[in-house]
């Protein structure tokens, strides 16, 4: 038996390879780099820096001033409108009345509206109620008005139940508008300031007034509203500030 050369097997071989389907070239396993997955290490998590705690200050409230004023504002409204005919004697001003009666009472009601205990503490509130009265520092209670004219003008106790030791009072008892042919238009507040300091029961009465020009008072349109009632509230302050003007500081 005859053996095949070495060099036609080899040839034989390759041509055999050569000749094998597409399919089974494919299938032939990749290199080790190509067939084994790549897999990415996940980064670890980055840990959230805990909050600094913002430290709270706390400022303690300034004790509150030993003394008191109370300031009781007033319910009233009155007008009066005069003419040339009060110029005339008795007479003259009866008539003068008699012809505008329905002008005062109008305007009386409207300066009550205008000027009423809210905005008499809105005016005072502008300016510097303490020091006008040379009072000490005091806290400043604003009451509920008293209807009684003669409480207001005459009683010399305590119109609070408050016990403080260094107790003052302010009570507006007139709020007053008048025309006068002459002078024109004005807005006149009576005030009384009663001094509990020092130990006092009872009090005396310093009675004081302020009366001060008016612009817009009271309002021709509707447009004039907000300058008539702004003209009263700016008035009804330097009326105070006139009567504090004459008030003695107490020794």
Do not use: W
Request: hydrophobic share 40%.
């Amino acid at each position: 038996m005859k053996t095949m050369p070495l060099s036609l097997g080899i040839a034989i071989a390759a041509s055999a390879i050569c000749t094998l389907p597409a399919s089974a070239q494919d299938a032939a396993p990749a290199s080790a780099a190509e067939a084994a997955p790549v897999t990415t290490p996940e980064a670890a998590p980055v840990a959230t820096p805990a909050p600094v705690p913002v430290p709270v200050v706390i400022t303690p409230e300034a004790p509150k001033p030993v003394c008191e004023l109370h300031v009781f504002p007033t319910l009233e409204g009155q007008a009066m409108t005069t003419t040339m005919l009060s110029g005339f004697g008795i007479i003259g001003a009866v008539a003068d009345a008699a012809q505008n009666k329905s002008r005062n009472i109008s305007e009386a009601e409207y300066l009550k509206e205008a000027l009423g205990p809210r905005l008499q503490i809105e005016a005072l509130k502008s300016v510097d109620v303490l020091a006008s009265l040379k009072l000490p520092p005091s806290q400043i209670i604003y009451e509920t008005p008293i209807a009684d004219r003669k409480i207001t003008t005459q009683a010399k106790t305590r119109l609070s139940s408050s016990a403080a030791p260094c107790y003052v009072e302010l009570i507006i008892t007139q709020n007053f508008y008048k025309k006068a042919a002459i002078y024109g238009r004005s807005l006149n507040n009576r005030f009384v300031l009663k001094d509990f300091r020092g130990g006092k029961t009872t009090a005396e009465l310093v009675k004081g007034r302020g009366g001060n020009g008016l612009t817009y008072f009271p309002p021709k349109t509707t447009d004039e509203t907000e300058n008539a009632e702004k003209d009263l509230r700016e008035a009804f302050a330097k009326n105070f500030t006139e009567f504090a003007a004459g008030v003695r500081p107490a020794k």
